[in-house]
């Protein structure tokens, strides 16, 4: 009987898989090593391959594309529905096998090793950026204790950076002094390498068009811009703005039965990092509004007068967000004087 449709239960040495034929029954369950699973793999037809989206997901999907097979990776909250009862790696592959059939189930599109990359590196630097936050903080915490305080921002750092590096013997302990230095070089070579990053992504942003496009939105630079580019590989699995905003979590969370409606707070689901930087442009274009007379719409203005800021914030957040897919389905560019009109 020949395999049809296989679920992939992926991990670091032993994967497990669960097969079915046109029918529907049971004709593979098998383990298999690493070094096992390309091999196994090549010998079969070609057939429907159903994975989990999670670590190492892509890199599969490709290397089993290019044997011949069709590959879809899945949500795992998608394909949790499907566990019968104890989960475990054999229950895992039957669940994904059965999910994959599914003609209501949503796919997440195959990244590529460049899309990947670019990925990478918007990840490092936030990853550089959360360990400068804590340097920052320490180096202030530090310095307080012997009664040394600075205003907030970049100027009250560098004073603090400058006291530290300074050579006043009355200022600190040398046994402070000497370490807190440490941390103050740190903390430097964090930022060097912090510019670094964004150079590089500023770059790959210049040579992308559809990341050009993106920013060309009020609220999207060209780091938001360039995450989405890379994330959102095919906008068509999306069939509508609302549904992109549902995506990224900026829609409010439902409570509702019988009728009526209960809206709550936003559901903070699929990416965080695409959210917060939405969030970030949002309130970005909500300051320049408030410091002028004129608003990226009248709509912005309406919206401030009764709720505020940081709600509003991720109202703009949600219609930056449909703008986007608006321009990725269609490829054009932002036109400030048509969404005006919506």
């Not at 059939?101 to 195959?110: A, D, E, I, Q």
């Amino acid at each position: 009987m020949q395999v049809t449709t296989i679920g992939l239960d992926l991990a670091k040495h032993i994967f497990q898989l669960h097969g079915i034929d046109a029918q529907g029954r049971i004709v593979l369950r098998r383990r298999l090593r690493r070094a096992e699973l390309l091999p196994f793999l090549e010998a079969l037809p070609p057939c429907l391959i159903g994975l989990e989206a999670c670590g190492t997901a892509h890199h599969w999907a490709r290397q089993l594309a290019a044997l011949g097979h069709t590959v879809r990776l899945m949500p795992p909250a998608y394909v949790k529905p499907y566990v019968k009862r104890q989960k475990n790696d054999m229950a895992d592959a039957e669940a994904i096998c059965e999910a994959v059939t599914r003609p209501s189930m949503r796919f997440v599109p195959l990244k590529s090793e460049a899309q990947q990359s670019v990925l990478l590196l918007h990840r490092s630097r936030d990853l550089l950026i959360r360990q400068r936050t804590m340097l920052v903080n320490a180096v202030r915490a530090h310095l307080a204790e012997f009664g040394i305080v600075a205003a907030q921002g970049a100027a009250g750092l560098g004073s603090l950076l400058r006291l530290i590096q300074s050579d006043e013997k009355d200022a600190l302990p040398p046994l402070a002094r000497d370490t807190l230095n440490i941390l103050a070089q740190h903390l430097l070579a964090l930022q060097q390498r912090i510019a670094q990053f964004e150079r590089e992504i500023i770059a790959w942003h210049r040579s992308d068009a559809t990341s050009q496009r993106l920013a060309t939105i009020p609220g999207i630079g060209p780091i938001t811009a360039s995450a989405l580019a890379a994330t959102i590989t095919d906008p068509d699995l999306f069939s509508s703005g609302r549904q992109r905003a549902a995506w990224l979590g900026l829609v409010p969370r439902q409570s509702s039965s019988g009728g009526k409606e209960r809206l709550g707070r936003i559901t903070q689901q699929g990416d965080p990092y695409i959210r917060r930087l939405l969030i970030t442009g949002a309130s970005a274009v909500l300051r320049y509004a408030r410091q002028r007379s004129a608003a990226p719409s009248d709509w912005v203005h309406r919206l401030l007068a009764r709720r505020p800021p940081k709600v509003v914030a991720v109202a703009l957040a949600n219609k930056t967000a449909r703008i986007a897919w608006a321009l990725l389905a269609r490829g054009e560019v932002y036109r400030p004087s048509a969404i005006a009109r919506t």
